[in-house]
C-alpha cells in the first residue's frame, strides 16, 4: 500500500490486526538499497502476537525519491505514519542503519515508544573506518581501497555505479559465500544512489548519540554478530552499556546478517524479550 506522509508517497504494509495487541514498526537498513520484503518475510509469522508495520523508507525501496534525506525527516515520516494509523506508541525494531533511526525516534518521542530493538548497529559513525579496514583485509570482497572508501564517503556518481561497487562487497555480509544467492539478491534491488549519498555523505558526518543514550528508559534489546564486519559487535555492546538496563544477545558465529542467517532463533529472542523473559547478558553460540 502507499501512503503520503509529509509530502512523500510511502509504501508501507500492516500485517495483523490491532486488537488491543502492541504494534512493532520494522524499520530497514541500507539507506538507498534497503527496503522492507526482508523483515516481512522474516517477520511476519509474528501477526497473530503483534499488530505489524513494515515500511520502505523515503528514497528507498518502492517509496518516493522526496529529500530531504535525513534522520530528522525519517523520524518524522516514521511518527507521521504512527499517528495517521492512529497508534499511540509503538515498538520500534531497527537494523544497521535502521537502528540509528529507531534510536533517534525514541529519543525524540519517549512517550510514544513502548520498546526498542536495535540489531547490527551502533551509536555513532567510527565503526565504518574499521569496516573498510575489515572488506580490504577480506578475501571475499573484490572492491579496491578506492572504490570503498568512494563508496563509504557518500560519493556514487550513479545507480549503476551503486549496484557494481554494493555488489563487490556483498559476500561480505553472509557467513556462507552463496554467489547464486547472492545475485539473486543484488537483481531484487532498488537503486537509489542519492539517498545513499545523502545519508553516508551528509547525515553520518555528524551521527554520534553517546551522549544522549543514557536518557533512554524503555526496554531495550541490543543485538549483534561477533563476526559482523560492517559494525563489530563492541559497538553495539557499547550501545547496551549506555542504556540503562538494557538487554544484550551476541551471536558468536554469525555476523550482519544473522537476522536472515538464523531467524527462528531471533524471531523466539524477540519474542522472549518483548514477553519479559529476556534480560542482562547472553550469547547466542549455535552453528
Given at each position: 500500500m502507499f501512503i503520503e506522509i509529509?509530502?512523500?508517497k510511502l509504501y508501507y504494509e500492516v500485517h495483523g490486526q490491532s486488537d488491543e495487541k502492541d504494534t512493532i514498526f520494522f524499520i530497514h537498513g541500507g539507506p538507498g538499497l534497503g527496503d522492507c520484503r526482508g523483515d516481512v518475510t522474516t517477520f511476519k509469522h509474528l501477526e497473530s502476537m503483534y499488530q505489524l508495520v513494515f515500511l520502505d523508507m523515503r528514497g528507498s525501496g518502492r517509496s518516493a525519491d522526496v529529500p530531504p534525506y535525513t534522520h530528522e525527516q525519517?523520524?518524522?515520516?516514521?511518527?507521521?505514519?504512527?499517528?495517521?494509523?492512529?497508534i499511540d506508541s509503538i515498538i520500534l525494531h531497527g537494523s544497521s542503519y535502521g537502528g540509528f533511526i529507531v534510536q533517534e525516534y525514541v529519543l525524540k518521542y519517549p512517550e510514544r515508544t513502548k520498546a526498542i530493538i536495535?540489531?547490527?548497529?551502533?551509536?555513532?559513525?567510527?565503526?565504518?573506518?574499521e569496516a573498510i579496514d575489515?572488506?580490504?583485509?577480506s578475501e571475499k570482497s573484490t572492491i579496491c581501497k578506492e572504490d570503498l572508501k568512494r563508496l563509504f564517503a557518500g560519493k556514487v556518481q550513479?545507480?549503476?555505479?551503486?549496484?557494481?561497487?554494493?555488489?563487490?562487497i556483498?559476500?561480505?555480509y553472509t557467513m556462507k559465500n552463496d554467489i547464486e544467492a547472492q545475485q539473486e539478491?543484488?537483481?531484487?534491488?532498488?537503486?537509489?544512489?542519492?539517498?545513499?549519498?545523502?545519508?553516508?555523505?551528509?547525515?553520518?558526518?555528524?551521527?554520534?548519540?553517546?551522549?544522549?543514550?543514557?536518557?533512554?528508559?524503555?526496554?531495550?534489546?541490543?543485538?549483534a554478530g561477533k563476526k559482523d564486519w560492517i559494525v563489530p559487535s563492541k559497538y553495539a555492546r557499547s550501545i547496551a552499556n549506555l542504556i540503562h538496563h538494557s538487554t544484550y544477545v551476541e551471536f558468536e558465529n554469525y555476523g550482519h546478517s544473522l537476522v536472515r542467517e538464523v531467524p527462528d532463533v531471533y524471531s523466539d529472542?524477540?519474542?522472549?524479550?518483548?514477553?519479559?523473559?529476556?534480560?542482562?547478558?547472553?550469547?547466542?553460540?549455535?552453528n
Open positions: 509529509n509530502g512523500c525519517w523520524v518524522k515520516d516514521i511518527d507521521g505514519l504512527r499517528d495517521r494509523l492512529g536495535l540489531n547490527v548497529t551502533a551509536p555513532d559513525n567510527q565503526h565504518h573506518f575489515n572488506a580490504l583485509k550513479s545507480n549503476h555505479d551503486f549496484r557494481t561497487l554494493y555488489g563487490a556483498l559476500p561480505l539478491k543484488l537483481n531484487q534491488i532498488y537503486f537509489h544512489y542519492q539517498t545513499h549519498n545523502d545519508a553516508f555523505h551528509k547525515n553520518l558526518e555528524t551521527f554520534d548519540l553517546k551522549d544522549k543514550l543514557n536518557e533512554i528508559r524503555v526496554p531495550t534489546l541490543v543485538v529472542l524477540l519474542q522472549k524479550f518483548l514477553m519479559g523473559n529476556l534480560t542482562g547478558n547472553l550469547v547466542v553460540d549455535i
